[in-house]
């Protein structure tokens, strides 16, 4: 059965620490995002990807967290140094766009997320 | 910007009530409209997608309607059931960007 996959499922640190989360999209899937979730902000876009080439990481930000797709079956989501304030679920989802198109042929799945808290 | 907003953000309900979620979005220009269910500590599973050209969409006990012009989507659940307690979301799309916008999702709890 086809689901998206995030490792660690939880993760506590201290803050000042690197932090990895990794996520396996659908195979045959073509398009990844990177969500969190928090109480105050629900659910905003992180940063999306294409083809493995970042499309959008306009809500990420920059100066300690970098989103990559080493290859097609595996995105991470790095945030180094972490700070309390990155405490939240984040959550990977999959879908597919068809070539010469520009909107998802698919729902966008969702996984299981990974539990963030910084101390 | 999109703005998605749920109410209310939370209900209780006797089971074998009806369910009536609300989402309203501030921008028209939607490609799809998603329906989305949450259990506690965990991740999202998709009931229904609505696209801009729909009325409404059926799955089993769960019916959403959309109404583009006004910005509204409802989501029926008929005859509730302690196993819909959940936090349903709501999520738009714009054509030509594959960014959801999501509502913070109404929280529901129906009592047995």
């Known amino acids: 059965d086809a689901r998206v996959t995030q490792t660690p499922r939880h993760k506590v640190t201290e803050m000042g620490q690197e932090v990895t989360m990794r996520c396996q999209p659908i195979?045959?899937?073509?398009?990844v995002f990177w969500y969190r979730q928090t109480m105050m902000q629900g659910l905003e876009l992180l940063a999306y990807f294409r083809n493995r080439a970042p499309l959008d990481d306009s809500g990420m930000p920059k100066d300690r967290f970098s989103a990559e797709m080493p290859d097609a079956t595996l995105a991470t989501l790095k945030i180094q140094p972490s700070e309390p304030r990155d405490s939240a679920v984040y959550f990977c989802?999959?879908?597919?766009?068809?070539?010469?198109?520009?909107?998802?042929?698919?729902?966008?799945?969702f996984g299981q997320g990974t539990r963030l808290t910084v101390v | 910007k999109q703005e998605v907003t749920q109410i209310p953000a939370a209900l209780s309900v006797p089971e074998g009530e009806n369910l009536v979620l609300n989402c309203s979005f501030t921008?028209?220009?939607?490609?799809?409209l998603q329906w989305f269910r949450q259990d506690p500590g965990k991740g999202l599973t998709s009931l229904l997608l609505?696209?801009?050209?729909?009325r409404e969409q059926t799955s089993g006990r769960l019916n959403a309607s959309l109404d583009k012009s006004s910005g509204r989507s409802t989501l029926y659940i008929a005859a509730s059931q302690p196993g819909d307690s959940a936090t349903y979301l709501c999520a738009v799309k714009r054509d030509g960007n594959n960014r959801l916008a999501f509502g913070k999702g109404n929280q529901v709890v129906v009592i047995p």
């Open positions: 195979l045959g899937h073509n398009t």
């Open positions: 921008d028209s220009a939607i490609y799809n």
């Open positions: 989802a999959s879908g597919l766009v068809r070539d010469g198109q520009t909107n998802l042929n698919t729902e966008a799945f």
């Open positions: 609505i696209q801009s050209s729909q």
